[in-house]
T-cell receptor
Framework: AQKITQTQPGMFVQEKEAVTLDCTYD???????LFWYKQPSSGEMIFLIY??????QNATEGRYSLNFQKARKSANLVISASQLGDSAMYFC?????????????FGGGTRLMVKP | DSGVTQTPKHLITATGQRVTLRCSPR?????VYWYQQSLDQGLQFLIQ???????AKGNILERFSAQQFPDLHSELNLSSLELGDSALYFC?????????????FGPGTRLTVT
């Protein structure tokens, strides 16, 4: 079974500063994918970034980067130069690349609040 | 806009009733997934369909059922509704069934059972 843990229920960050949202995972699969999604107050789930378990480079997408430490089983999201619009819930998710389907297992989420 | 559409956006109904939630995947996507987001259970996978066939099942109650039609749209049927079924129901779609395919989420249907 897979498990995703996000230990920070809520975080504050000053506008224009960088912030790291923690995510640890547990799986016995060798091949898997890790995802981060943003959920603003409007409710939609917005895909941010993906990291494959065999990717050697950390994924980056604009101001988002994923700090992937495979041995520690962590996949932290780093947001650089925070903006007020970054205030939202952030979910870390995992998918096993096996024949049992393609479903995502989500963590409990971190609420990020950006202060002006 | 992810390209995934869900209707209705909001639904209010009474206990014991039955509702149908509809999802249209992104053009070209063959996989459809249903997720439930509630305050006590968080985000949970319910069921996946790939090209019309059931592919995987998660924590889906027996009172719930789903199907994917030949035009690839999907419906989630919830029956004998209980107060605890109140939640945000997401549909997501992806091109394939495996590999590094991202799942794109629809805006969700907020179900309130009174």
């Amino acid at each position: 079974a897979q498990k995703i843990t996000q230990t920070q229920p809520g975080m504050f960050v000053q506008e224009k500063e960088a912030v790291t949202l923690d995510c640890t995972y547990d799986t016995s699969d060798q091949s898997y994918g890790l995802f981060w999604y943003k959920q603003p107050s409007s409710g939609e789930m917005i895909f941010l970034i993906y990291q494959g378990s065999y990717d050697e480079q950390n994924a980056t997408e604009g101001r988002y980067s994923l700090n992937f430490q495979k041995a520690r089983k962590s996949a932290n999201l780093v947001i650089s130069a925070s903006q007020l619009g970054d205030s939202a819930m952030y979910f870390c998710a995992m998918r096993a690349n096996n024949n049992a389907g393609n479903m995502l297992t989500f963590g409990g989420g971190t609420r990020l609040m950006v202060k002006p | 806009d992810s390209g995934v559409t869900q209707t209705p956006k909001h639904l209010i109904t009474a206990t014991g009733q039955r509702v149908t939630l509809r999802c249209s995947p992104r053009s070209g996507d063959l996989s459809v997934y249903w997720y439930q987001q509630s305050l006590d259970q968080g985000l949970q996978f319910l069921i996946q369909y790939y090209n019309g066939e059931e592919r995987a099942k998660g924590n889906i109650l027996e009172r719930f059922s789903a199907q994917q039609f030949p035009d690839l749209h999907s419906e989630l049927n919830l029956s004998s509704l209980e107060l605890g079924d109140s939640a945000l129901y997401f549909c997501a779609s992806s091109v394939g069934d495996g590999g590094s395919y991202e799942q794109y989420f629809g805006p969700g249907t907020r179900l309130t059972v009174t």
